[in-house]
């Protein structure tokens, strides 16, 4: 088992959750349960994957977990288009939070690798 708290994927992965919801914070009030929710949900999901996984007695269950939060981000990385397309991002804020994703990406690619060669 695996101390998430101490794991740098764990730590980005609650960052970018700050980062998504203050940029989110100035969406509209119709947005709220639309964009926002499932933007909210997803970030969230990531760093819960991570968590949870980490949990699991083997780093096989742990890799199924990680696999799972890699998909997120992939959703996450997809949804923001939406927002920054209906101008609700900047451009200069979305490329910001997808480049975070991007680099989360590699660290999880990175982590699972590692697990796999135990």
Known sequence: MHSYKELDIWQSAVALVTNVYMATSDFSAEEKYGLVSQLRRC?????????????????????????????????????????????HLTDSKSNRLCNEVIELQKMIYTYSKRLDQK
């Open 43 to 87: 970030v969230v999901s990531i760093g819960s994957n991570i968590a949870e996984g980490s949990g699991r007695n083997t780093d096989k269950d742990f890799n199924r977990f990680l696999s799972i939060a890699y998909s997120s981000s992939c959703e996450l990385e997809s949804q923001l288009i939406i927002p920054t397309n209906l101008g």
